[in-house]
């Protein structure tokens, strides 16, 4: 486990500081961040100093980092883009994780995933839960911008569905930052969900045009096997 990481961030200045100290106050349980950091990169130290910013903010919040080597001790966790932090409660990872520093616009999804996580959460309609906890296993991956107004509202509702269902896993990740995804995917504007690394959809969606998707995947079967909540 990687120790001794100074908690300084260029993205929480005293005003946000503030602001989280307040927020984080509603919480009701504990969490666990978790990080995979390669601290030789200029992306893994600034990762590794927010995470360490944000778990002094409350006492319910704690930090683990684990270095490259170290991957095997979080296998949940898809390293294969790093850096990466998931979130985790009573021991269990939840199937929230951030791929890159979730700085700019989704330091916003950041925080209410925690907050969904951790309790109370976002309010949801008894309706909406029952169809989400229907959904069959699921990865998505959510590419984005951290300039972009509408991304943070599809990584906060794919990650909120992941936090309803463990069968779900939703990631996002900061696409600027992995040239063999944008290749891959053939990615041009964000926000884009990838389902199960196959189906892909760009734009903007609703929770509800989401759980949709989710249900209508031809991909959508048993025989995915990356999410291991």
């Known amino acids: 486990m990687i120790e001794n990481i100074v908690p300084e961030s260029a993205l929480v200045n005293e005003k946000l500081k503030e602001e ?7 919480l009701e ?6 990080a995979v950091i390669d601290m030789e990169k200029e992306k893994g ?13 409350n006492k319910k919040i704690y930090f683990e980092a684990y270095s ?28 929230v994780a951030f ?13 209410l995933a925690m907050y969904n996580l951790a309790g109370p959460g976002q309010e949801i309609s008894c309706q909406t839960i029952k169809e989400i906890q229907k959904l069959k296993k699921t ?4 590419c984005v911008s951290l300039s972009c107004h509408y991304c943070p509202k599809v990584v906060t509702a794919c990650q909120r569905i992941a936090i309803l269902n463990n069968e779900i896993e939703g ?3 900061d696409a600027s930052l992995y040239e063999e995804l944008i290749s891959k995917f053939k990615i041009e504007r964000v926000p884009l969900m990838i389902i199960n690394d196959q189906d892909v959809y760009a734009g903007s969606k609703t929770m509800e045009e989401i759980i949709e998707i989710i249900k209508n995947s031809e991909k959508n079967n ?8």
Do not use: W
């Not at 989280?20 to 509603?26: D, E, R």
């Not at 048993?222 to 909540?229: L, P, Q």
């Open 20 to 26: 989280l100290i307040s927020f984080f106050h509603k």
């Open 29 to 34: 349980e504990e969490i666990i961040l978790k």
């Open 45 to 57: 130290r600034e990762l590794a100093g927010f995470l360490a910013v944000i778990a002094t903010l």
């Open 68 to 95: 490259e080597k170290e991957r095997e001790c979080v296998p949940e966790l898809d390293a294969t883009y790093l850096p990466v932090v998931g979130m985790y409660k009573d021991g269990k990872y939840a199937g």
């Open 99 to 111: 791929h890159g520093v979730p700085g700019g616009q989704e330091i916003n999804s950041f925080v």
């Open 139 to 142: 990865n998505i991956k959510i």
């Open 171 to 173: 990631e996002m990740l």
């Open 222 to 229: 048993e025989t995915y096997t990356h999410c291991t909540k």
